[in-house]
């Protein structure tokens, strides 16, 4: 239904709407100098469970407002303007973000396009079904080596904007993302007749888990002095009955890194961890890496260039780091690209009191429209 709306907002504004190989929904507004260069802005639509409404759709909405300016006022740019909508930011069931950026960029394998979710959907043929062409990913699709530039509005989801009364980030770098599937496997049974000493209580043994992985990476955020987090926010218990005890869980940890060096301490550290838990433990560990996405620095130049945007729109501004991913961090790895932050209330993301004003979404709009005309000027 989203993008049902998105795509009648295209043709509202007059731009030729298509659905390229990796499942992106575009929005092109062609250059009269009849050029192949193209500059990419959006986000994306689609939310996590029970998250906002401003993470990822602020920055199709402004970019819907930059093209209606452009329109209204005749204004003629040296390259094909496009609005984006990236399939599947988010992680989701197929346990994989970022799906049309990495499909853009040759980096889904097939292994990946092969998974099955929950519900026994394969991914390649969800992609095919709206649109896109699976076969066409080996590589990245050829409409790379024409962009010019990849910009993109988000909020911060952080508090960094908001606390120090600053309108804009111009963001410099995106850390590495890595998930980790954990498999905890014991045995259940009946939980009033299995004695506390016969158990092997799956829950148990990964609440140990748990607890190490917060600990872990509170130690290494203070030594490396760098962004470094890990979270478990998804956990399966099976069978999940208040009188049986559980016999296997399924979680999955959420690391994010801008030290090399500290993720690979925390890697080595967890699986000496879990190595001793097996030693001991009645249940059984496994863990799996399903995704990972290296530490990328944004275009320098691209950078200065929002700079000077900010202060030609007369507002402040600051260079920093951002602690998500983005569609943008994938599309860094073959084009130039970069990002600003707008403030959200009390740095809320991915939760219903996500809120962000529409007075900053502006400025926002305002600075990415001022890019568009430095861009312009820079390649006349």
């Known amino acids: 239904d989203a993008r049902a709306w998105l795509t009648d907002q295209f043709k509202i504004l007059g731009l030729l709407v298509s659905t390229d190989d990796a499942g992106n929904l575009i929005g092109t507004l062609n250059s009269k100098k009849h050029t192949d260069k193209i500059v990419m802005i959006g986000s994306h639509i689609d939310t996590v469970p029970s998250g906002g409404r401003y993470d990822g759709i602020a920055g199709v909405v402004a970019s819907l407002c930059v093209i209606k300016h452009i329109k209204d006022n005749n204004i003629n740019l040296p390259f094909n303007l496009a609005v984006y909508d990236y399939l599947g930011e988010e992680l989701n069931d197929w346990g994989i973000s970022c799906i049309g950026t990495r499909g853009m960029i040759g980096a889904l394998s097939d292994e990946i396009l092969s998974r099955s979710n929950s519900s026994g959907n394969i991914l390649k043929d969800e992609i095919n079904k709206i649109g896109g062409n699976t076969k066409s990913l080996s590589k990245p699709l050829p409409m790379i080596q024409n962009i010019l530039a990849c910009l993109e509005l988000h909020i911060e989801q952080g508090k960094i904007l908001e606390q120090k009364n600053i309108e804009i980030g111009i963001v410099r770098s995106i850390p590495s993302i890595s998930r980790f599937n954990v498999e905890v496997n014991g045995q259940a049974g009946h939980s009033g007749t299995i004695l506390m000493h016969q158990r092997a209580d799956a829950l148990v043994v990964s609440s140990e888990i748990i607890t190490y992985v917060n600990k ?29 005890i559980p016999g296997k869980v399924e979680m999955t940890i959420d690391l994010r890194a801008s030290s090399k060096s500290s993720r690979q301490q925390y890697i080595t550290e967890l699986e000496k961890q879990i190595e ?87 400025k926002g709009t305002a600075v990415l429209f001022n890019m568009l005309e430095n861009l312009a000027d820079s390649n006349q």
Not at 218 to 231: M, Y
Not at 340 to 349: A, M, V
Request: proline letters at 4%.
């Open 276 to 362: 001793d838990i097996n030693k001991t433990s009645s249940c059984r560990i496994e863990i799996n890496e399903t995704a990972y996405a290296p530490y990328v620095e944004m275009d320098k130049e691209l950078v200065k260039l929002f700079k000077k945007s900010a202060d030609a729109s007369g507002l402040s501004s600051q260079i920093m780091d951002s602690g998500a991913g983005h569609d943008t961090a994938q599309l860094s790895r073959v084009a130039p690209a970069s990002m600003i932050f707008i403030p959200c209330k009390d740095g809320l993301s991915h939760c219903p009191e996500e809120h962000a004003e529409i007075l900053d979404i502006s």
């Open 216 to 244: 872990l990476a509170l130690k290494l955020s203070k030594e490396s002095n760098q962004h470094f987090v890990s979270t478990i926010g998804k956990i399966n218990v099976y069978p999940n009955a208040a009188a049986i």
